[in-house]
């Protein structure tokens, strides 16, 4: 029943992270790209749902400059990474 | 495998399209099948002929063209969406009485079927917005 | 077609925006064509698609024409994200199609039990 | 010195409006237009700032359907009206 | 009053061009004065003479023919912006070696120093993003 | 040119959009070139712009040499929207083009001594 979560906006430019958080259950799993990274940086581990996992695409972290404000405990990924997800999952959703 | 690639932003003022490189690339590598890219909305000026690329900038459509010909991957734009966006292919050229077409080969130029039939015959399908 | 798959399509943007959400509109027909079961969330500005007007604009009409053909097409299953409602201090009375409205644990459901979800 | 504000973008794809309130000062106008008349659907008067006035563009009201969601305070202003504030104001700003 | 415009959209997935034209039209029936019409960004490919828009949409572009036909108001896009989104004169074609032009006049590509100097010379300049 | 105006960009966008944010740098730029009295303002997600880092992708890197053409056109009225940084969690230190830190009355101030004012 899992799903993959794909956000790919910054919070001041769309509401995508709020309406899918509150859409997440335990274990689905949240990646944000792009200028979706920046949802992390006022985000803790413990404000996400229950069993629901976040990960961060490193090269956007990196390419926005926000690697080093984000909570270790994201761990960042690459599009290898992102592919597993993918497949991993039973379904993936973007959130626009 | 079998994967649906959707791509929904434009080429110069998003990065839908080097994500979604990204991401078709290393699907590729690790073994999973990508039969189709499918450009929708603003994607699709991404094939055109006409489109000049500075020489420091990245050329996105090269990159899909390579990807196209290193893996077999068919490159779709979706049809009513190119044509209000001026990419246009031969036929349609000569349907609605335009004086060149500026499809870049492979691109080429599908129905929306074509997108149902993907999305239907899939295991995944995943949406670069 | 043997293969029918649960096609849930997740519309999100403002009406109005010119061509593009006749465009998902479009994308969502034509699945409905292929015999798939397909259903349609309306969330977050996408809600505004819903209502409906006497002043209407020209856009605004041609948009409710395409929004109607969706019953044509048999595709009944339409949602409406109730938070995305209510943030925008709208209420459910009197929205075009008629949706279900839907709490954020309905959305997870409703995603869990669908194939694939395309965003528009 | 008065400057007129213009925002086409909706509060929950863009934070346009609460930067605009916050670098107007009394005398400037603010033109909500397009998505942007979303903005006016949580607004009353009494939350702008001090001397602020604030236009809705009827035409984007009436296509997005929440003309009656307005506070009646607002004015509702046509392509003509518009016009005559981008002359009667020093300089526009399009916030995005 | 002499009034600059800048508009940035894209023609088929914002409403930039329609609040500009209406914007327009207002000002030019009010008396002022209107040279040029700046497209930057994305709204430059309104000027591709490839465009096929559907019989029950407007035609966008066609709107900014008439105004400029009807008020002589030229429609200028910035060069860089035009290339890199594969809208073409028939220099620039020449130029970069591409088989086709597709500028659909009397829309006008031209250089930054343009806008430069419309921005300067004007009383007010607004911006439709 | 005797006619030499007050302009001020305000930038509001992402890094990392593709050519759009170098379009508006070279506008800046070209602005400058016609000897006009430029200032820029970083604000909302437009802050970010002036994040450096030293893993930086190859495109920030081109980003951030055409920011630096920007002294070389003796454009050097940079401004960063202080209310943004705080909301992003951002502080001042380290920006890159050493901005002058704005509270929102600055701001006000800042907007209302142009003549006119370009977003990007």
Redesign the interface.
Not at chain 2, 17 to 31: K, M, N, T, Y
């Given at each position: 029943m899992a799903t993959l979560h794909l956000i790919n906006t910054a919070p001041a430019t769309a509401d995508a992270l709020p309406r899918c958080l509150a859409a997440s259950t335990a274990g689905d799993a949240i990646v944000l790209y792009e200028a979706g990274v920046l949802g992390a940086v006022d985000l803790r581990a413990e404000s996400l749902p229950p069993g629901v996992a976040l990960f961060i695409h490193g090269r956007d972290a990196h390419a926005l400059h926000v690697a080093d404000l984000i909570d270790p405990a994201f761990g960042l990924i690459d599009d290898r990474q992102l592919v597993s997800l993918v497949v991993a999952f039973e379904r993936s959703v973007s959130w626009i | 495998?079998n994967?649906a690639v959707?791509v929904?932003g434009?080429?110069?003022?998003?990065?839908?399209h080097?994500?979604a490189l990204?991401?078709v690339?290393?699907?590729l590598?690790?073994g999973?099948r990508i039969t189709r890219v499918f450009f929708?909305?603003?994607a699709v000026?991404i094939g055109?002929?006409?489109?000049?690329?500075?020489q420091?900038?990245t050329d996105v459509g090269g990159a899909w063209v390579d990807v196209a010909r290193e893996h077999g991957v068919e490159l779709c734009l979706?049809i009513?969406?190119a044509?209000?966006?001026?990419?246009?292919n031969g036929e349609?050229?000569q349907r609605?009485e335009?004086?060149?077409?500026?499809l870049r080969e492979p691109f080429e130029i599908v129905g929306?079927?074509q997108?149902?039939?993907a999305?239907?015959?899939?295991d995944?399908?995943?949406?670069?917005? | 077609m043997t293969n029918r798959k649960r096609i849930l399509f997740v519309i999100g943007r403002t009406p109005g925006r010119g061509a593009i959400n006749r465009e998902v509109i479009d994308a969502v027909l034509v699945i409905a064509a292929f015999d798939q079961d397909v259903g349609v969330l309306f969330t977050g500005d996408g809600v505004l698609q819903l209502l409906r007007s006497t002043r209407a604009s020209e856009d605004a009409r041609d948009h409710a024409k395409a929004l109607d053909a969706l019953a044509m097409y048999d595709v009944t299953r339409i949602y409406v994200d109730a938070a995305s409602l209510a943030a925008r201090g709208l209420t459910s009375t009197g929205l075009a199609l008629s949706p279900e409205l839907l709490d954020p644990r309905d959305v997870a459901t409703l995603i869990a039990t669908h194939d694939a979800v395309i965003p528009g």
């Amino acid at each position: 029943m899992a799903t993959l979560h794909l956000i790919n906006t910054a919070p001041a430019t769309a509401d995508a992270l709020p309406r899918c958080l509150a859409a997440s259950t335990a274990g689905d799993a949240i990646v944000l790209y792009e200028a979706g990274v920046l949802g992390a940086v006022d985000l803790r581990a413990e404000s996400l749902p229950p069993g629901v996992a976040l990960f961060i695409h490193g090269r956007d972290a990196h390419a926005l400059h926000v690697a080093d404000l984000i909570d270790p405990a994201f761990g960042l990924i690459d599009d290898r990474q992102l592919v597993s997800l993918v497949v991993a999952f039973e379904r993936s959703v973007s959130w626009i | 495998m079998n994967l649906a690639v959707l791509v929904y932003g434009s080429p110069a003022s998003s990065r839908a399209h080097i994500s979604a490189l990204g991401f078709v690339r290393a699907a590729l590598e690790g073994g999973h099948r990508i039969t189709r890219v499918f450009f929708y909305h603003d994607a699709v000026t991404i094939g055109s002929n006409l489109i000049v690329t500075p020489q420091d900038e990245t050329d996105v459509g090269g990159a899909w063209v390579d990807v196209a010909r290193e893996h077999g991957v068919e490159l779709c734009l979706c049809i009513a969406a190119a044509l209000r966006r001026g990419v246009i292919n031969g036929e349609e050229a000569q349907r609605y009485e335009r004086g060149a077409a500026n499809l870049r080969e492979p691109f080429e130029i599908v129905g929306l079927g074509q997108l149902a039939a993907a999305i239907i015959e899939s295991d995944r399908v995943v949406t670069f917005p | 077609m043997t293969n029918r798959k649960r096609i849930l399509f997740v519309i999100g943007r403002t009406p109005g925006r010119g061509a593009i959400n006749r465009e998902v509109i479009d994308a969502v027909l034509v699945i409905a064509a292929f015999d798939q079961d397909v259903g349609v969330l309306f969330t977050g500005d996408g809600v505004l698609q819903l209502l409906r007007s006497t002043r209407a604009s020209e856009d605004a009409r041609d948009h409710a024409k395409a929004l109607d053909a969706l019953a044509m097409y048999d595709v009944t299953r339409i949602y409406v994200d109730a938070a995305s409602l209510a943030a925008r201090g709208l209420t459910s009375t009197g929205l075009a199609l008629s949706p279900e409205l839907l709490d954020p644990r309905d959305v997870a459901t409703l995603i869990a039990t669908h194939d694939a979800v395309i965003p528009g």
